[in-house]
């Protein structure tokens, strides 16, 4: 299937954080993972061939399609390349190693405040995500493939209803100390 996508490297460059000076080769494959993994998930496979062949066909989308387009998708699409590139981006894949790149201008972000800056932009993203369900289903009549998606192929990826990760619960008793006892029963969640 030819790719068609629906942002581009000057478009994050204006609506994110990213910076201008960054190579765009690096962040291209971002897009592409963006837009096949988060977007392709949260509007099926059959609304996103769609619309990725209006845009290969035409170039563009009409009506509905376009508002969806471009006050929805492509928001969330710009946030969720920014969150898969950030790890990548300070560091190159070589044939002897994986080096972390420097420059005299610039000091290194330690892990942590790279990983509060995903959270941040995960968060963001999946508030626009939504976003894109909810305009979905406000038009329903607008957009028959994410309700009625060809079935033909038993693979092909369904919408998916919620989008935010709420984490993991694993039990405990508040004093921060983990319990067998808590979980398998003789504790005070299950006896």
């Known amino acids: 299937m030819n790719k068609a996508k629906f942002i581009t490297f000057e478009y994050l460059v204006k609506w994110t954080i990213m910076d201008e000076n960054v190579d765009s080769n690096l962040v291209e494959p971002f897009i592409l993972q963006a837009q096949d993994i988060n977007i392709q998930t949260i509007i099926g496979n059959t609304l996103y061939v769609r619309l990725m062949n209006d845009i290969i066909t035409t170039g563009t989308t009409t009506g509905y399609y376009l ?79 994410y309700f009625s998606p060809n079935n033909q192929n038993l693979l092909s990826i369904k919408p998916q209803v919620n989008q935010y990760f709420g984490g993991v619960y694993l039990g405990g008793r508040g004093s921060g100390s983990w319990s067998d006892d808590a979980v398998f029963g003789g504790g005070p969640c299950c006896p």
């Open 67 to 145: 508002t969806l387009m471009t006050d929805y998708i492509q928001p969330a699409q710009a946030q969720w390349a920014i969150y898969h590139s950030l790890p990548f981006l300070n560091y190159k894949l070589t044939n002897k190693a994986v080096s972390e790149k420097s420059s005299d201008n610039s000091t290194v972000t330690p892990l942590e405040t790279v990983q509060y800056l995903r959270n941040t932009v995960r968060d963001n993203a999946e508030f626009l995500s939504t976003r894109i369900r909810e305009y979905i289903i406000n038009n329903q009549t607008q957009f028959p493939e």
